[in-house]
């Protein structure tokens, strides 16, 4: 064990101790009950939607319980530090509803971000070192690859404990040499778990779990040559809970194994030891198998693609609640948005993420919205990725909301085909002259190879006798009375009963102006189409025929 003097010397000598940042960060006076949870991102990039599942949670069970619900940012890595990741959260948290009660320049409990609470940090380490739980580590990069060669060579576990951990017990003569010298040192933890013991704890998700003891003397304190001397995570996050008062800490699944590690540096801190709930991760059908969502490889794993392809909030906020409880994606949305998640009955199996699913669940929400709500919301997303299509929509309002109105307002069986904001200019595009694109060519193939002098007989004869009539049969009596004046069988029966009669059948007719005034074979009701467009943009897409 080092001296005081010496291990003093390490340290800036105006460093508080460790009951400064106890009354600095007191107990918090909360019901009884109450949880304080923390979501704890690495500013590396836009959120996973695992991040998002994760917060949601967190925020769930501080604000069901009449707890806190704080985010705070683990930012101790700095090599993988990204500039825009602060702006990219607070969007990421805006959007998806997840902003936090306390974090960034908001709470008594901060600052929010690990970079700037080094003080702190370096508090807690000395006085691991004061009482001998931790050390200096002069291993180099070299010498440390070179142990790591000689555990695989031997068959030796890996890792820095036992025989391997030279610096363990050094004495301390050699240590201020290697002071004297300059020479670059980290601070590690004298772990006092053995090889072989077992250890036990509960987690709230999975009850209880028995793991292999921690027995590696982790780097608790990164390099001394390094400009900003921060923590490792597992260091920083023990200090944090502690003093944030954090009463329930929920993660991903992928922190499980660092259990016992982490309850021996809260024991070694003299904290409390807080409970864990670890969440499985989101999933993707691979084949014929699963495996975990990635950033890398798989857009929708990360909180952009939502945002920039606008897809619903709620219908995310909806699927995921429903992921992470069953029961919840029984019950109608608005409902199970506001009922409480339970812990107990999240699974230890990854959930499955389909597109295909949140899609659903997109159009079936969307269908519930008056045509004016969707609108407000296709505007700022518009706004942010198609300004050209925002301008069209503040220009032609009315319009859109006529467009909107087909076959929603008043019908049994609303429209669904409009899933998420970047899907409205290709669903609705056609309604606004700005964007649409009138057919010219009589041989365009989507007329169903019509012989195109006919396609050009169809479009100036709907023209030439079109009446703006109400949407309903008298509507569509006209394309009937078209078709028949064209010598059209009067329905696809009759047109297959003898086909070297007639050059097609009414629905070659009704193809024809339905691709010459929506630009697709797939459509509304024409009758209604027309009616919102108005008579004159019925003309002159009808005859835009060259």
Not at 242 to 265: A, D, F, K, N, Y
Not at 382 to 398: K, N, T, W
Not at 479 to 487: C, T
Request: proline letters at 8%.
């Amino acid at each position: 064990m080092l001296s005081q003097e010496l291990v003093d010397s390490l340290f800036p000598s105006e460093l508080p101790a460790p009951g400064h940042w106890a009354r600095r960060y007191p107990p918090r006076e909360l019901p009884s009950g109450a949880e304080v949870t923390r979501f704890a991102p690495s500013p590396t990039g836009w959120l996973h939607i695992g991040g998002v599942f994760t917060a949601s949670v967190d925020q769930d069970i501080a604000h069901h319980s009449g707890g806190v619900y704080l985010v705070r940012i683990e930012d101790t890595d700095q090599s993988r530090f990204d500039p825009e990741a602060a702006s990219q959260f607070e969007a990421a948290f805006d959007y998806f509803g997840i902003g936090p009660d306390e974090g960034g320049e908001t709470g008594g409990y901060g600052p929010y971000a690990q970079s700037e609470r080094g003080q702190i940090y370096l508090t807690y380490v000395r006085e691991l070192m004061r009482q001998g739980k931790a050390y200096p580590c002069f291993e180099t990069k070299e010498q440390g690859e070179a142990r790591v060669a000689r555990q695989r060579a031997t068959g030796a576990l890996p890792g820095y404990y036992g025989e391997w951990a030279i610096w363990r017990d050094a004495a301390e003569e050699e240590v201020r040499e290697r002071l004297a010298a300059g020479a670059p040192y980290v601070v590690r933890f004298r772990s006092p778990g053995a090889g072989g013991r077992r250890v036990s704890f509960t987690d709230e998700i999975r009850g209880e779990i028995t793991q292999d003891d921690n027995r590696n003397d982790v780097v608790i304190l990164k390099s001394s040559d390094q400009p900003l001397r921060l923590p490792t995570y597992h260091f920083a996050h023990a200090v944090d809970d502690h003093l944030m008062r954090v009463t329930l800490v929920i993660r991903g699944e992928e922190w499980l194994s660092s259990v016992p590690l982490h309850h021996q540096l809260f024991d070694a801190l003299g904290f409390p030891r807080i409970p864990y709930a670890h969440v499985a991760p989101l999933m993707k059908q691979d084949g014929g198998s699963r495996r975990k969502l990635s950033k890398r490889r798989d857009p929708e794993a990360s909180v952009g693609y939502y945002i920039e392809q606008g897809i619903p909030v709620e219908a995310v906020q909806y699927y995921l609640r429903g992921l992470a409880n069953g029961r919840l994606a029984e019950m109608p949305l608005p409902e199970a948005l506001a009922t409480p998640l339970r812990l107990s009955e999240f699974g230890v199996a990854g959930p499955l993420l389909d597109l295909v699913k949140l899609d659903d669940i997109c159009a079936d929400f969307v269908s519930t919205l008056p045509g004016a709500e969707i609108l407000d919301r296709v505007l700022p997303w518009a706004d942010g990725y198609d300004p050209d299509l925002a301008s069209v929509l503040r220009a032609e309002r009315d319009l859109a909301l006529r467009a909107l109105a087909v076959e929603r307002e008043g019908a049994d069986n609303p429209r669904k085909d409009l899933r998420r904001w970047a899907e409205f200019r290709p669903v609705y595009g056609f309604f606004f002259p700005e964007i649409f694109e009138p057919v010219t060519d009589p041989a365009d193939p989507r007329f169903g190879g019509l012989d195109p002098d006919m396609v050009r007989v169809i479009g100036s004869g709907f023209a030439d006798g079109y009446k703006p009539l109400d949407p309903g049969p008298a509507w569509f009596e006209q394309v009937r009375e078209l078709s028949a004046r064209l010598g059209f069988a009067p329905s696809n029966k009759e047109y297959r009963k003898n086909p070297d009669a007639y050059p097609g059948s009414i629905a070659d007719v009704s193809q024809v102006i339905r691709v010459l005034l929506t630009g697709s074979r797939r459509s509304p009701d024409l009758g209604q189409v027309c009616a919102a467009i108005g008579e004159p943009e019925v003309l002159r897409r009808a005859r835009a025929l060259s």
